[in-house]
């Protein structure tokens, strides 16, 4: 536990496919990104707080998580 990260950003597989999770510090107060909102960007779900996308390869989700860093830097 890092409790001065903002956010944290998991790839893990479920099955054949991989799953990009992240979500928001819960202890910490600040003006946070809306997650789910940039899930959906990038056809995928969640809320404020989460948000969670599924692809088929490693690669994809490694793409997507330098996208979702980006827009969470933004």
Not at 35 to 44: H, V
Not at 55 to 64: C, F, G, I
Request: no cysteine; glycine share 10%.
């Amino acid at each position: 536990y890092y409790s001065d990260l903002d956010y944290q950003i998991i790839i893990y597989r479920i099955n054949a496919d991989y799953m990009v999770n992240f979500g928001r510090n819960a202890w910490k107060k600040f003006k946070s990104k809306n997650l789910g909102e940039i899930a959906q960007r990038y056809g995928g779900f969640g809320r404020k707080d989460v948000g969670g996308i599924l692809v088929q390869t490693h690669s994809e989700a490694e793409a997507l998580v330098k996208l979702i860093t980006r827009d969470l830097l933004l």
